[in-house]
Nanobody, 115 residues
């Protein structure tokens, strides 16, 4: 099983980034997918979740209207479009797969928002 995140980097406040997570080794379309993040000295927190078929999404309150999660089950990939980025969005962003029975994590991708 592998979840490989990419797309992180350094961006100025107000900028945008698109994260990707490519999955392999399990039946991607059977798993709800989520993005979490962890800032230095803080606990890991949920950013957004999308159901297995992509029909429903859920966001943490601070991300609503700025972030958008999506998935392509043909490409085994989940995305996180992040707009209007703020300093406080700086964190390592992790991809998570959850079937209700099994959970898998990626290694994370660093997002730094700084001028």
């Amino acid at each position: 099983v592998q979840l490989v995140e990419s797309g992180g980097g350094l961006v100025q406040p107000g900028g945008s980034l698109r994260l990707s997570c490519v999955a392999s080794g399990f039946t991607f379309s059977s798993y709800a997918m989520s993005w979490y993040r962890q800032a230095p000295g803080k606990e890991r927190e949920l950013v957004a979740t999308i159901t297995s078929a992509g029909r429903s999404t859920r966001y943490a309150d601070s991300m609503k209207g700025r972030f958008a999660i999506s998935r392509d089950n043909d490409k085994n990939t989940v995305y996180l479009q992040m707009n209007s980025l703020k300093h406080e969005d700086t964190a390592v962003y992790y991809c998570n797969a959850d079937s209700g029975w099994w959970r898998y994590w990626g290694q994370g991708t660093q997002v730094t928002v700084s001028s």
